[in-house]
């Protein structure tokens, strides 16, 4: 098998980069989420001359100036910000492959160039939320990798330059997490443990994070005028994110306990089933297992309920246990970390422990589950199969040179597959690319391609908002998708455009704030006639009985409440 991969290892890295370049077009082409929506429509308030924070209450706007400068540029050129979508999914596949690069460059280090390119090749598709768009959660990512890859470059090289790049993509990580502040203890600390300029380091990584967060809050502060009305605000769009925060800490502790626990199971099966076939096979064949063999057999057990996963399309987006996968790699990196050099010990520690602090990060801001936020941990996981490959090949280079880079190429595969295979439908539910039947004609989504009644809704849609929004009219939408704010130039009247809002008594404040912003149309997502949301909610109670409403006009999948 050794002979194989070595006779043939032009030929399969070719297959993995057209195959690669089918799966981001893929991704670029196909559907959008309301993820996506979400944060193309805080860009798109900003670019019309909305506020931060003033303007918009959504807890994820400080993430939002990349999407917001490449929507600039679309903008700049073509006059319009029809077809937007895949010009940003283009920059946010660029990005991903500079990240993928580096990530390769600094794998190289420890492995020989065709093992790097494998693992730069699953780095590049194992995305948190299968979705290339510049957003928080791919930013949150690139900026730690970044920051990884320079504090690795700083304790091996030992250039003062490093620190200064882990304190710049500190604060980027910042603005697409806020709550990842809590990594900067963690850097901190590493870089106090360096033998050489340690005091250096650590100065000039928190003079650089100082500045940049000190700059930042000039911005903000010369947006909101004071420090006391910038805390204001901060405290009333919190108080507007009921769906993020209508869970007691100890209650999600409980369910973080449990979920984390249950994903260890799964890969306590994993593990037991390699363990079953390896006495068969050692059985039959009368040899002995290695413990390399088990751990390569577990992972590739971990990949095939992968595959089943999104093949089977059993589970939506929030029940990804196989990424329980990551687990089972940090616990084999744990058992074989004392066997591993110097240089490759520190490597893995480092990147585990930060992807692990990461992954406090997202559950703290989040009401995501373990099993969705462990995806977020997939720079960590790589480099742990770095670690993993180079224990193998000190310990049994006979294993190494079969089993690692059939295991390898395995999951090379299984990574593209599931890319091209899988989406995120607009409502959020998985689908597979047999279901795309449509293409979208109209607004930001022009050309991507989607299932047939998505892109009828939009259609349908942008042509009752001709009907029945009038240009320059303040919009007030009630709905999971954002999108429809992008169809006419209207005054958005919401403070939060993000998919899982939970109106209360804020929206009143808003618009006592902004008495401009109350709306002339209110549109509720309806399914001909029948609306989408609880009848007994607040925000359907206040629309029903409160709003002045002239006309009220049953559309095909919004009901249209007018006041002339």
Not at 47 to 72: A, C, I, K, N
């Amino acid at each position: 098998m050794a002979l194989f991969f070595e006779k043939n290892k032009k030929t399969i890295r070719i297959l993995l980069i057209f195959f690669s370049i089918i799966a981001a077009l893929k991704t670029i082409f196909v559907c959008i989420s309301v993820d996506e929506e979400y944060q193309l429509s805080m860009g798109y308030r900003l670019l019309r001359g909305e506020h931060m924070f003033v303007d918009l209450w959504d807890p994820h706007q400080t993430s939002v100036f990349l999407t917001e400068f490449l929507m600039w540029i679309y903008h700049a050129l073509f006059s319009t910000f029809d077809g937007v979508v895949i010009w940003i999914r283009f920059g946010g596949t660029m990005l991903h492959l500079a990240a993928s690069y580096a990530v390769f460059r600094l794998i190289r280090v420890f492995l020989s160039k065709d093992y790097a390119f494998y693992l730069a090749v699953i780095f590049f598709h194992l995305l948190p939320k299968n979705s290339v768009f510049t957003d928080y959660s791919l930013m949150f990512i690139w900026s730690l990798t970044f920051l990884l890859v320079h504090l690795f470059y700083l304790q091996r090289d030992h250039k003062l330059y490093h620190s200064v790049f882990c304190g710049f993509w500190m604060c980027i990580m910042v603005l697409s997490y806020p709550s990842a502040v809590l990594i900067f203890p963690v850097v901190l600390i590493l870089l106090l443990r360096e033998t050489t300029l340690r005091k250096k380091y650590a100065l000039s990584f928190v003079i650089t994070c100082l500045i940049g967060g000190l700059l930042y809050l000039c911005y903000v502060l010369s947006i909101t005028e004071s420090l006391s009305n910038f805390i204001a605000l901060v405290m009333q769009m919190l108080r507007g994110q009921s769906s993020h925060v209508n869970i007691s800490p100890w209650a999600k502790t409980g369910r973080y306990l449990v979920q984390f626990l249950l994903s260890v199971l799964l890969c306590g099966l994993y593990c037991l089933i390699a363990k079953l076939i390896l006495l068969i096979i050692g059985h039959v064949k009368k040899v002995t297992v290695s413990i390399s063999q088990f751990m390569l057999l577990s992972l590739t057990v971990g990949l095939i309920h992968h595959i089943l996963h999104w093949l089977l399309m059993l589970w939506e987006f929030e029940r990804a246990y196989n990424y329980a996968l990551y687990i089972l790699i940090f616990a084999f990196v744990g058992f074989t970390v004392k066997e591993l050099d110097t240089l490759t010990r520190k490597t893995a520690i480092t990147w585990i422990l930060l992807n692990l602090a990461e992954l406090l990060c997202v559950l703290i801001l989040t009401d995501l589950t373990v099993y969705a936020s462990l995806k977020y941990m997939t720079p960590g996981a790589v480099i742990g199969l770095c670690a993993l490959i180079q224990y193998i090949d000190k310990k049994e280079p006979a294993i190494h040179h079969t089993w690692t880079q059939a295991f390898l190429l395995f999951f090379c595969f299984t990574s593209i597959f599931v890319r091209i295979w899988q989406y995120p439908t607009t409502g959020g539910i998985m689908s597979n690319i047999l279901n795309v039947r449509g293409i979208v004609k109209n607004g930001p989504e022009k050309g991507i391609l989607s299932e047939y009644m998505t892109s009828y809704m939009e259609r349908s849609t942008a042509e009752e908002f001709e009907s029945y929004v009038p240009e320059g009219s303040s919009l007030f939408i009630v709905d999971v998708s954002p999108i429809a704010y992008m169809y006419k130039d209207v005054n958005i009247s919401s403070y939060t455009t993000i998919c899982s809002a939970v109106y209360n008594e804020v929206l009143f404040e808003y618009w006592d704030a902004h008495p401009e912003k109350y709306p002339d149309v209110v549109a509720v997502s309806c399914w001909y006639g029948t609306l989408h949301w609880d009848p007994d909610s607040w925000i359907v109670h206040w629309v029903e009985n409160e709003f002045p409403a002239s006309r009220i006009i049953d559309g095909k999948y919004y009901r249209y409440y007018i006041n002339d």
